[in-house]
């Protein structure tokens, strides 16, 4: 069990009359710890050490001492990465097998970072290209922001926050996190980590509580440069409404097309559908959800498809052969009941799932679904897809973009014209060829358009994000 609060200037703030919050396993409910959540004084603190940290020490720090305390980091979660795979496991109820992923990602984020905080390049500008500009020369260089207000959500609560933290230790910056209040027990093992691994006292301070009570003095707090937030939308809107002229990334939710083509590998494509929409019970933001099938292999794709999904196994995440774990929350197991009840009464139809067994529901395939129904036009976030046949390329583009998000897309077809056509014409941040949408490699560009954000992720464009460009020029005699 463990009992924590927040961290601020290396130290650790429990008790002294805060509230308290207990973390449960949403498989079983058993309590894994407890959070003290900050004060408003904690959290304007956590501001104030970071932005004098940012002045007196990191700011100066050379670009291979960051590059050192990030390898360094990243050397130290891989050593002990079975500790933080099991609590990723109990606090999010990801399967153990899925955290372990989740834990080899995070380290080559950080290895990322490390080598990207020695590549921090600016560029010589011809200046003789514009009239007047002769004997002249421009440059640019990059230079830290300062204080990066890290707000995270409860789904990969070691990488999605380090895709913040790292970048932003590249660049120089100084962090403020405020991480999901579902999840926030690895936050406090990274902490340990970078104090390990020599990052200066105060650069790293962590703020628990919920968004609703720190969200606008976090965000709208004068020394806050940059606020970076991975979350639902309408929690992102509102918080670039609230950070006015502060620079703001939102990397949003979806409801993913992946699309097959009647020449597509078919078992390749069941096969991936399969991870793309069930994996940790669906709750990601490129988890596969409206899956269009050309008419002439549509039987034949579920018939591949459906005995697939029938074999994953539900159940304890710590367990070593459970697919699919709980939900979240029991809020989010009724909620996606509801959606597929009311699917259901509109006409869909369920192929297999569409139950409950305590928190967790089970891996659901829909058909006969329309447009408006919540469970294709919503983004689901849970276990479940929706199977729709389309007849022509221009149909099934059309049925793709109709949707207020677009963040990636899997295209599935063995002609290369095609796959070209579509990458150009879905509307969305990303587009796969023969791969799902649900696939996310940590140094690829990596952000949505429409609902689904403003800005990219991947190591070097969020360190690209998280710096201002300056020009410096020289009249020559
Ligand atoms: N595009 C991506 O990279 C990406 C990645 C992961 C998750 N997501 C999205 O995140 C959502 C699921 O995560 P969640 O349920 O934790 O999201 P959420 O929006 O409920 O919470 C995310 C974070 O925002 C905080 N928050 C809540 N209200 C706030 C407010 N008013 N001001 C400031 N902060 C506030 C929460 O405490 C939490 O730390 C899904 O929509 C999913 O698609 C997107
Ligand atoms: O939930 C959405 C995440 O961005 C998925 S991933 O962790 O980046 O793969």
Redesign the pocket.
Known sequence: MYRFGSFINGEMLVGGGRTSFEVHNPYNQELIGTIDFATLEDANQAVEVAHRVFHDTMKQLPAHERSRILRKAADLIESDSERFAALLSQEAGKPIRDARGEVGRAVQVLRFASEEAKNIVGELIPLDAAVGGENRIGMSKKYPLGVVLA??????PLN?VL?KLAPAFAAGNTVVL??????PLSSILLAEIFDKAGLPKGALNIVM????A???P??THPLVKKVT????????F??KE?AGNKKVT?????NSPNIIFADANLDLAATSMVKGGFSFAG????SVQRIYVQTDVYQSFLDKFIPLVETLKVGNPLDETTDVGPM?TQD?ANRIEAWVDEAVKQGARVLTGGKREGQSYLPTVLVDVEPAMKVVCQ?V?APLVCVIPFETEEEVIAAANNSDYG?QAGVFTKDIDRAFRLADQLETGGVWINEISTV?YDHIP???VKQ??IGK?GVKFAIDDMMETKFIGIRLS
């Not at 937030?229 to 992102?236: M, R, W, Y």
């Not at 939102?250 to 979806?254: A, D, H, N, P």
């Open positions: 707000i995270t959500p409860f789904n990969f999605l895709h405020k991480p999901a209040e579902k999840t509580g919920t968004g609703v720190l969200g606008e976090l965000v937030f991975t979350g639902s939308g309408p929690v992102g509102k918080i609230m939102l990397e949003l939710g979806s709750q990601a933001c490129i979240i989010a983004e976030f963040l996310r990596y952000g949505g689904s954000g992720e």
